[in-house]
């Protein structure tokens, strides 16, 4: 795409197009599964394609892995886990998992080109938070490798065993590296199951593996679809199911695993309330607000998808919102200017447009961004629901795209029971200069991680994760290993 | 001159500090383990139950409202209240169990010192599993253990005060509200231990116990949508079943596993939940 795609109202002083080469990311046109060290075809040879939802072209195609190649997978790490892994002592766990990290340091660049081919999110944002993080997450727990027993979860700490991974496809090398890096610390050996529409990454991270030296099967990755995740939750030999996704399938995991000695962790989904008070600072809230719900397109289980702005500052919050909304460059997800990327896949972008069409049905005023969209490709300009009831779908159901709800209140007390109204709890925001009021916000919000004038931080020593139907289990921090220990 | 007669007491159900019949107006009897009559115990309904969680919730914000220490001296002061009523919860505990006096008692003992190891968690359990979390960036950031919420236990069905104890007592001192199903056939000790609640300034409805069938109220509990987390430790074999019915909204469940006992902090740890607060710093 080299046409500008954004109309901007400062005319000639508008960027130019500043794409990143997609060349760099060095794509094979097809993946095996990797098992045992190696790439490997599928039993039944069967491959899918992962498409640029940017362009709607096919970036590669990769093997879908049935039950056979699951229990392939999951042998092998029986197998690693026993013979080998079990028998790495802890400092040496620790140095292959800071070999990794510098490893995905070295390769950034390209990791952060695949990642925005593969997802569509903006390239600036694969670049500065996707790809950093990832490596940081592998260096933070490396050094927990041989400190296990100074964790603080009793005594002896041991490994589980086998972990099954599944993640999702909003942070494909994040989560991937979420998942791995405590587990592989802890002692355990992998199974991990990408996303279906965004496999790649993992793959080259698998490749990274190898480049490591880290000894074979210790991670296995079998890419497919539900049929393949299903298969790892029901496999006898694994110990540990973690599970990032939407809280329907966390259910539906939950039940099947729940008659089995399996250990759980479920991250689900999130409608985070974003809560401003009157006396925040507005130029700094209008940016926390655009980040938190259109940071990746909204694509974020904590996502500031529920603004909640007290009554006296109301109109003057929307109003600067609006005109900060406009200003958004939607487009080229390569392109280094390009704030709001392509939707991840048609199914997504189906569901965001019948959400929003529920908040028009039901009454909410929408304000959508006037930004030209590209012709191929899903997209979705950012939008804006006021006038939006606590009882309306846009307020209760998590759309997991660029729309934002917005509703009021007067009191601290009012805003803490809006927020706590929904049955997730994964993440929110406050905004205010008063130190006290936040505290006394935070102490009463029900979520998982709390964020005081910012939004959407993550930190590979902070624990994160929700209550309530947004899951359990802490990924990040010291917390963040018990997720993978006996203890 | 005639012997005097015993005045003989009424097992209720406690519900937000009261000690009502169950709603439905039935009961059942409880035989001691010798197979003699002992009581008829209230036999709570679905509706008793979900009156509970009612109370619970209602109850747990004012509970983890208070400081730790206060939390941690209310437990203390039930220790308290069972010294003095050891030898009636030894009675019932070896009448229920039948075992010889002196075990009961030291059962009862036993239980008693948990309460207090508990009630001396209340303000450390924050340090312990909290923490302050070095991000990179220019923030303060903790994470502190704040209680699941309402908390849904189907007690131990043979250890009538030691099992009841473990499960409620570790809900309890970390900031929940517990609705206990006790031990179906053996429920007088844990009726008893929790009717000194009463006297022990918790605010009613942290406790709350419902006697009865456990296979009538077990799924009930661990189905209500207001529980966020369920101790499936007297459920026996409908155990699987009711964990399956936990995942309907996501709960947290516990299950017993061997060895258990070696690690203590596993109870304080399975209905707490990390808070995480990044606060930016700043000029």
Redesign the interface.
Known sequence: MTEPSHTSPLGALAYDAAPESASIAHLAPSYGLFLDGQFTPAGSHAQFASLNPATEETLATVALASASDVDRAVVSARRAYERVWSKTTGAERAKYLFRIARLIQERSRELAVVETLDNGKPIRESRDVDVPLAA?HFFYYAGWADKLEHS?????PRPLGVAGQIIPWNFPLLMAAWKLAPALAAGNTCVLKPAETTPLSALVLAEIFQQAGLPDGVVNIVTGDGTTGAALVDHPGVDKIAFTGS?AV??MI??RV??SAKRLT?E?GGKGANIVFEDAPIDEVIEGIVDGIFFNQGHVCCAGSRLLVQESVADEVLRRLLRRVDQLRVGDPMDKNTDVGAINSAAQLERIRELAAWGEREGATRYTSACALPDKGYWFAPTVFADVAQSHRIARDEIFGPVLSVLTFRTPDEAVAKANNS?YGLACGVWSEK?SR??WV?QRL?????????YN?F?P?????G??????G?EG???GL?AYLD? | MSERLDVKKTYKLIINGAFPRSESGRSYPVATAGGDFLANVAQGSRKDVRDAVVAARAAQAKWWGASAYLRGQVLYRWAEMAESRRSELADHVGLAEGLKKKDAQLSVARAIDRIVWYAGWTDKVTQVLGGANPVAGPFFNFSLPVPSGVIGVVAHQESSLEGFVESVAAPICVGNAVVALASEHRPSPAVILTEMTATSDFPGGVLNVVTGVTAELAGHLVAHEDVDGVDLTGAGESSDDLARRAAGSIKRVYRPRPHDEENPLRRLRTFVETSTVWHTIGQ
């Not at chain 1, 603080?152 to 002896?156: I, L, S, V």
């Not at chain 1, 029900?446 to 910012?454: D, E, L, M, Q």
Request: charged share 25%; net charge positive.
């Open positions: 940081a603080g979860f009793g005594p002896h809280t966390g259910r939950q039940e729940a008659g479920l689900l049955k130190g936040t505290l935070a029900r979520a998982g991680v709390i964020w005081a004038n910012t931080k930190d020593t902070s624990p994160f994760g209550v309530r139907e947004s899951g359990f802490r921090g010291r917390q018990e203890v």
